[in-house]
């Protein structure tokens, strides 16, 4: 079945370090895009990035569709880089057949805690 | 920047009564959706919207929901008789056309629902 698995699931840093994200997907998709998750519940939208590589200042993600995988790269952490980062796929097909209307499937989360 | 508005913020009620939350999706979007996240868990798809129709509904979209949209701004997603399990955070979300680049959707800040 449609699956999205985001790895690891939980990540400690220290202030300053470097991390990668991993989202695998099981099949082509028309949308990703990557949310980091704040304090309040509210989910605050990184990239949309379907395929190829993006960047936002400390902030890149790169989506390689032909192999399902996309990364989300956070240099020189920062506390307030803390909190849940979920991938959200879409996928171009629908399972029962036909054009998906777009729906968004969901990863489980990464949860990044970063210690001064 | 146009945004994806939800009110009330936070909604506390009473097993089985109704409740209504409120969106008002970016103006020039056909496609609109509902998610909901229980504390703790991931983001999960409830429903999607399109030409004043449903194009797709999951499994916890049962007979309790209804969505509407009944003016040119608003989109609702009522709740008929509430229960414990129906606490969670939805999500209002919308996004553009039927072209590729308008893949992208784009979420609102959510109503945490409290059923008590």
């Known amino acids: 079945g449609i699956q999205v698995e985001q790895s690891p699931p939980d990540l400690i840093l220290q202030e300053g370090a470097n991390s990668t994200l991993r989202c695998n997907f099981s099949d082509s998709v028309n949308n990703l895009q990557w949310f980091h998750q704040n304090p309040w519940g509210q989910l605050i939208n990184l990239f949309y990035?379907?395929?190829g590589t993006k960047q936002n200042g400390r902030l890149s993600a790169t989506t390689v569709a032909t192999e399902r995988y996309s990364l989300l790269y956070i240099s020189s952490s920062q506390t307030t880089d803390s909190g849940v980062y979920f991938c959200?796929?879409?996928?171009?097909?629908?399972?029962?057949?036909?054009?998906?209307?777009?729906?968004?499937?969901f990863g489980q989360g990464t949860i990044l805690t970063v210690h001064p | 920047e146009p945004e994806v508005t939800q009110t009330p913020s936070h909604q506390v009620t009473q097993m089985g009564q109704e409740v209504i939350l409120r969106c008002v999706p970016i103006?020039?979007?056909?496609?609109f959706y509902w998610y909901r996240q229980i504390l703790g868990q991931k983001v999960e798809f409830l429903v999607s919207f399109y030409n004043n129709e449903i194009s797709e509904k999951s499994e916890i979209f049962d007979d309790q929901f209804s969505v509407e949209r009944p003016d040119g701004s608003n989109f609702t997603l009522k709740i008929r008789s509430t229960k414990l399990e129906d606490s969670a955070m939805y999500f209002c979300?919308?996004?553009?056309?039927?072209?590729?680049?308008?893949?992208?959707?784009?979420f609102g800040p959510g109503t945490r629902l409290t059923v008590l």
């Open positions: 990035i379907p395929s």
């Open positions: 959200a796929v879409g996928f171009r097909f629908h399972p029962a057949g036909g054009t998906s209307y777009g729906k968004l499937t």
């Open positions: 979300a919308s996004r553009g056309g039927l072209a590729s680049s308008y893949n992208e959707q784009f």
């Open positions: 103006s020039n979007h056909l496609y």
